[in-house]
């Protein structure tokens, strides 16, 4: 056998080795997920079985419970909140951080390395440790159980993220592209709205989903300082886990409930996350 045939078979092995260990990798983390959802089409007594039972009855009734058909508390509220607070703060995250990564990277400061440090020292502070100052900011100035409160602290709490992200996209964009634009009399709005924008929009995907699945899924902010006008999701779901009876049933329902926008939000944005970010440029 030639050398040629050793190392392509050698090549095919470790491909076929690699595809199956991804492929266990990814059974591994889909097996908790799949069983989230045929929990939540159990009734509460067969949920609750040790060990769980595969050949139980199915039931909507989980479902029906999270919806309020049996006189519970209504979710649409806390989804809708959710949904503004989230997608609102995403859009401020993204006007304001791409002129910062603009700034940073294709007409770069002075010391712009330590500026993005200073952006990413604004995430080593605990989130616990701010909470009291904040809690004691939002009732002086009247601002608790309030979404746009939410919204303001989403922003705050992304923008660093934001800014690091565009920052290494926004490096990778032809500055030749930009000095023609520039010399057609593009000034920097226009610049960044209709050359920056189109060229890094699959990185500008990438952070709003990442900006978003982070607003989405907070739970210590708005569960202090919201209560019944501006609840969240989140905390919505943290209501059904009681010290007393089964919930196992209801709360896997409303769990994919309420995960369903995110995964949403990624598939649709599934194509741009994949796309080279020069070659559009190119094209």
């Known amino acids: ?72 508390a209504s979710p649409w509220p806390a989804l809708i909140n959710s949904a503004v607070a ?46 009291l100052p904040i ?5 002086n100035a009247g601002l608790l159980d309030n979404i746009w409160l939410l919204v303001l602290l989403y922003t705050s709490m992304n923008l660093p993220i934001a800014v690091w992200m565009m920052q290494s996209f926004l490096a990778e964009v032809p500055v030749a592209v930009i000095e023609a634009a520039q010399i057609d009399g593009a000034r920097l709005p226009t610049v960044l709205a209709r050359v920056v924008a189109p060229i890094a929009l699959p990185g500008i995907a990438a ?15 708005a569960r202090v300082l919201t209560g019944v006008v501006a609840e969240t999701a989140p905390v919505f779901l943290t209501g059904f886990i009681t010290s007393q009876g089964l919930f196992l049933a209801k709360v896997c329902a409303a769990s994919l409930v309420i995960s369903l926008p995110v ?6 944005a599934q194509d741009k996350l994949v796309q080279g970010l020069s070659l559009g440029a190119v094209k």
Not at 263 to 268: C, I
Request: hydrophobic residues 55%.
């Open 1 to 72: 056998m030639s050398s040629n045939a050793v190392r392509t078979r050698g090549r095919f092995r470790g491909g076929a080795g690699l595809g199956l260990v991804a492929w266990l990798a990814g059974i591994v983390f889909f097996l908790p997920i799949a069983w989230m959802v045929l929990t939540s089409f159990h009734s509460e007594t067969d949920a609750a079985t040790n060990p769980p039972s595969f050949a139980a009855a199915l039931t909507l009734d989980g479902y029906r419970e999270f919806f309020g058909a049996d006189g519970g």
């Open 86 to 131: 989230s997608v609102a703060s995403t859009l401020l995250v993204l006007l304001l951080a791409l002129p910062a990564a603009y700034a940073l990277s294709i007409r770069p400061v002075k010391r712009w390395t330590d500026v993005l440090f200073f952006f990413l020292s604004t995430k080593m502070l605990p989130v616990v440790a701010g909470l």
């Open 135 to 139: 809690y004691l900011f939002a009732k």
């Open 207 to 221: 952070t709003a989903l990442i900006c978003f699945i982070f607003s989405w899924n907070e739970l210590l902010f």
């Open 263 to 268: 995964l949403a939000a990624g598939f649709a």
